[in-house]
Protein backbone atom coordinates (compact mmCIF):
# COMPACT_ATOMS: atom_id res chain seq x y z
CA UNK A 1 0.00 0.00 0.00
CA UNK A 2 1.07 3.42 -1.06
CA UNK A 3 1.85 5.87 2.14
CA UNK A 4 3.39 8.02 4.29
CA UNK A 5 4.24 6.95 7.63
CA UNK A 6 5.09 9.41 10.90
CA UNK A 7 6.24 8.94 13.95
CA UNK A 8 5.31 9.31 16.63
CA UNK A 9 2.14 10.16 16.25
CA UNK A 10 1.65 12.35 19.69
CA UNK A 11 4.72 13.30 21.67
CA UNK A 12 4.74 15.89 24.71
CA UNK A 13 8.24 17.16 25.49
CA UNK A 14 9.82 19.95 27.95
CA UNK A 15 11.33 23.12 26.65
CA UNK A 16 14.78 22.33 24.99
CA UNK A 17 14.97 18.47 25.24
CA UNK A 18 15.73 17.91 21.25
CA UNK A 19 13.36 15.47 19.51
CA UNK A 20 12.96 14.21 16.09
CA UNK A 21 9.47 13.08 14.40
CA UNK A 22 10.17 10.58 11.61
CA UNK A 23 8.90 10.42 8.17
CA UNK A 24 9.78 7.99 5.70
CA UNK A 25 7.55 7.12 1.99
CA UNK A 26 7.25 3.60 0.18
CA UNK A 27 6.14 5.30 -3.32
CA UNK A 28 9.99 6.40 -4.35
CA UNK A 29 8.27 9.85 -4.65
CA UNK A 30 11.63 12.27 -4.96
CA UNK A 31 10.17 15.57 -3.21
CA UNK A 32 9.22 15.28 0.24
CA UNK A 33 7.95 18.16 2.51
CA UNK A 34 7.21 19.08 6.00
CA UNK A 35 4.30 21.56 7.32
CA UNK A 36 2.95 22.71 10.48
CA UNK A 37 -0.99 23.32 10.52
CA UNK A 38 -2.03 25.24 13.28
CA UNK A 39 -5.55 26.74 13.79
CA UNK A 40 -6.57 30.19 11.62
CA UNK A 41 -3.27 29.60 9.70
CA UNK A 42 -3.62 26.95 7.84
CA UNK A 43 -0.67 24.40 6.70
CA UNK A 44 2.45 25.91 6.38
CA UNK A 45 5.59 24.54 4.52
CA UNK A 46 8.78 24.50 6.94
CA UNK A 47 11.29 22.56 4.92
CA UNK A 48 11.09 20.79 1.15
CA UNK A 49 13.66 18.47 -0.39
CA UNK A 50 13.60 18.12 -3.95
CA UNK A 51 15.87 14.85 -3.40
CA UNK A 52 18.37 12.93 -1.40
CA UNK A 53 20.65 15.30 -0.10
CA UNK A 54 18.87 18.18 -1.33
CA UNK A 55 17.30 20.34 0.98
CA UNK A 56 15.52 23.95 1.41
CA UNK A 57 13.62 26.32 3.60
CA UNK A 58 9.79 26.76 2.82
CA UNK A 59 8.00 29.90 4.64
CA UNK A 60 8.93 28.76 8.54
CA UNK A 61 11.81 27.27 9.10
CA UNK A 62 12.95 28.51 12.08
CA UNK A 63 13.74 26.49 14.87
CA UNK A 64 13.46 23.50 12.73
CA UNK A 65 16.50 21.14 10.89
CA UNK A 66 15.84 18.31 8.17
CA UNK A 67 18.30 15.81 6.55
CA UNK A 68 17.99 13.78 3.47
CA UNK A 69 20.20 10.85 3.16
CA UNK A 70 17.92 8.26 2.29
CA UNK A 71 14.73 8.86 -0.89
CA UNK A 72 12.82 7.24 1.73
CA UNK A 73 12.99 9.04 5.19
CA UNK A 74 12.95 12.95 5.44
CA UNK A 75 13.29 13.18 9.47
CA UNK A 76 12.36 16.66 11.26
CA UNK A 77 14.85 17.71 13.88
CA UNK A 78 13.64 20.21 16.62
CA UNK A 79 17.00 20.63 18.41
CA UNK A 80 15.63 22.89 21.39
CA UNK A 81 11.84 23.13 21.54
CA UNK A 82 10.20 25.96 22.15
CA UNK A 83 6.09 26.28 23.49
CA UNK A 84 5.63 28.18 19.95
CA UNK A 85 6.23 24.75 18.25
CA UNK A 86 3.21 23.49 20.21
CA UNK A 87 1.40 22.37 16.31
CA UNK A 88 0.27 19.61 14.12
CA UNK A 89 2.61 18.31 11.57
CA UNK A 90 2.28 16.94 8.38
CA UNK A 91 4.81 15.30 6.19
CA UNK A 92 3.78 14.89 2.34
CA UNK A 93 5.65 13.50 -0.54
CA UNK A 94 5.13 13.64 -4.46
CA UNK A 95 6.82 12.56 -7.09
CA UNK A 96 7.67 16.02 -8.15
CA UNK A 97 7.90 19.22 -6.51
CA UNK A 98 4.37 20.32 -4.97
CA UNK A 99 4.64 23.57 -6.74
CA UNK A 100 4.89 22.12 -9.67
CA UNK A 101 1.25 20.86 -9.28
CA UNK A 102 1.82 17.53 -8.95
CA UNK A 103 -0.34 16.07 -6.14
CA UNK A 104 1.07 15.21 -2.44
CA UNK A 105 0.53 12.30 -0.35
CA UNK A 106 0.42 13.15 3.23
CA UNK A 107 1.17 11.32 6.52
CA UNK A 108 -1.20 11.02 9.13
CA UNK A 109 0.23 13.62 11.53
CA UNK A 110 2.18 13.93 14.51
CA UNK A 111 0.91 16.03 17.46
CA UNK A 112 3.07 17.92 19.65
CA UNK A 113 3.09 19.81 22.49
CA UNK A 114 6.21 21.52 23.74
CA UNK A 115 5.98 22.94 27.83
CA UNK B 1 1.32 39.20 -2.53
CA UNK B 2 0.01 35.89 -3.66
CA UNK B 3 -2.80 34.40 -1.09
CA UNK B 4 -5.74 32.55 -0.75
CA UNK B 5 -9.26 32.80 1.07
CA UNK B 6 -11.78 29.87 1.75
CA UNK B 7 -15.46 30.81 2.75
CA UNK B 8 -17.16 30.10 4.52
CA UNK B 9 -15.22 28.72 7.31
CA UNK B 10 -17.42 26.25 8.31
CA UNK B 11 -20.82 25.21 6.89
CA UNK B 12 -23.65 23.00 8.29
CA UNK B 13 -25.69 21.47 5.99
CA UNK B 14 -28.87 18.39 6.12
CA UNK B 15 -28.54 15.30 4.51
CA UNK B 16 -29.41 16.37 0.63
CA UNK B 17 -28.83 19.50 0.43
CA UNK B 18 -26.66 20.65 -2.23
CA UNK B 19 -24.06 23.90 -1.38
CA UNK B 20 -21.14 25.26 -2.74
CA UNK B 21 -17.69 25.45 -1.07
CA UNK B 22 -15.48 29.16 -2.30
CA UNK B 23 -11.67 29.29 -2.80
CA UNK B 24 -10.66 33.08 -3.72
CA UNK B 25 -7.27 33.35 -4.85
CA UNK B 26 -4.71 36.34 -5.95
CA UNK B 27 -1.70 34.85 -7.63
CA UNK B 28 0.71 36.28 -10.50
CA UNK B 29 0.52 33.28 -12.19
CA UNK B 30 -1.27 30.18 -11.78
CA UNK B 31 0.21 26.74 -12.25
CA UNK B 32 -2.48 25.20 -10.60
CA UNK B 33 -5.20 24.70 -7.80
CA UNK B 34 -5.66 22.12 -5.84
CA UNK B 35 -8.86 21.02 -3.63
CA UNK B 36 -7.92 18.62 -0.33
CA UNK B 37 -10.21 16.60 1.83
CA UNK B 38 -9.02 16.17 5.79
CA UNK B 39 -10.66 14.13 8.04
CA UNK B 40 -10.17 14.85 12.32
CA UNK B 41 -6.73 13.44 13.07
CA UNK B 42 -5.93 12.40 9.33
CA UNK B 43 -3.77 14.27 6.80
CA UNK B 44 -5.39 15.83 3.92
CA UNK B 45 -6.20 13.83 1.06
CA UNK B 46 -6.28 14.70 -2.72
CA UNK B 47 -9.17 15.09 -4.78
CA UNK B 48 -8.72 17.53 -7.61
CA UNK B 49 -6.57 19.43 -9.44
CA UNK B 50 -7.38 21.97 -11.95
CA UNK B 51 -5.14 24.17 -14.10
CA UNK B 52 -6.91 27.07 -16.50
CA UNK B 53 -10.15 28.83 -16.34
CA UNK B 54 -13.30 27.05 -17.39
CA UNK B 55 -12.03 23.11 -15.83
CA UNK B 56 -14.39 21.06 -14.00
CA UNK B 57 -13.70 17.74 -12.40
CA UNK B 58 -15.59 15.55 -10.67
CA UNK B 59 -15.91 12.91 -8.29
CA UNK B 60 -18.86 10.83 -7.04
CA UNK B 61 -21.08 14.13 -5.49
CA UNK B 62 -17.95 16.54 -5.72
CA UNK B 63 -17.70 18.89 -8.70
CA UNK B 64 -14.47 21.21 -8.58
CA UNK B 65 -14.75 24.33 -10.97
CA UNK B 66 -12.16 27.15 -11.56
CA UNK B 67 -12.62 30.91 -12.31
CA UNK B 68 -9.47 33.53 -13.16
CA UNK B 69 -10.21 34.75 -9.55
CA UNK B 70 -11.82 31.75 -7.41
CA UNK B 71 -12.50 28.09 -7.99
CA UNK B 72 -15.60 26.48 -6.30
CA UNK B 73 -16.43 22.98 -4.73
CA UNK B 74 -19.79 21.96 -5.27
CA UNK B 75 -21.42 19.63 -3.17
CA UNK B 76 -24.38 17.71 -4.66
CA UNK B 77 -27.00 15.66 -2.34
CA UNK B 78 -24.22 15.39 0.17
CA UNK B 79 -24.52 12.57 2.60
CA UNK B 80 -23.17 12.33 6.61
CA UNK B 81 -19.90 10.85 5.49
CA UNK B 82 -18.63 13.64 3.07
CA UNK B 83 -18.29 15.49 6.42
CA UNK B 84 -14.55 17.50 6.58
CA UNK B 85 -12.33 20.15 6.35
CA UNK B 86 -11.66 20.72 2.88
CA UNK B 87 -8.88 22.39 2.13
CA UNK B 88 -8.14 24.63 -1.37
CA UNK B 89 -4.22 25.18 -2.55
CA UNK B 90 -2.81 26.81 -5.05
CA UNK B 91 1.06 26.32 -7.20
CA UNK B 92 2.09 29.75 -8.22
CA UNK B 93 4.60 30.26 -11.36
CA UNK B 94 7.46 30.96 -8.22
CA UNK B 95 6.97 27.69 -7.32
CA UNK B 96 5.26 27.74 -4.20
CA UNK B 97 2.49 26.28 -2.84
CA UNK B 98 -0.18 28.26 -0.49
CA UNK B 99 -2.89 26.51 1.57
CA UNK B 100 -6.21 28.19 2.13
CA UNK B 101 -7.55 27.66 5.74
CA UNK B 102 -9.96 25.55 5.19
CA UNK B 103 -13.90 25.35 4.90
CA UNK B 104 -15.41 22.80 8.03
CA UNK B 105 -17.93 21.13 6.62
CA UNK B 106 -20.86 19.32 8.59
CA UNK B 107 -23.56 17.07 6.76
CA UNK B 108 -26.53 16.02 9.50
CA UNK B 109 -28.38 12.94 8.91
Known amino acids: EAQVTQNPRYLITVTGKKLTVTCSQN?????MSWYRQDPGLGLRQIYY???????DKGDVPEGYKVSRKEKRNFPLILESPSPNQTSLYFC??????????????FGPGTRLTVT | EDQVTQSPEALRLQEGESSSLNCSYT??????LFWYRQDPGKGPEFLFT???AGEEKEKERLKATLTKKESFLHITAPKPEDSATYLC??????????FGQGTTLQVKP
Open chain 1, 92 to 105: ASSLRPAGDSYEQY
Open chain 1, 27 to 31: MNHEY
Open chain 1, 49 to 55: SMNVEVT
Open chain 2, 27 to 32: VSGLRG
Open chain 2, 50 to 52: LYS
Open chain 2, 89 to 98: AFSSNTGKLI
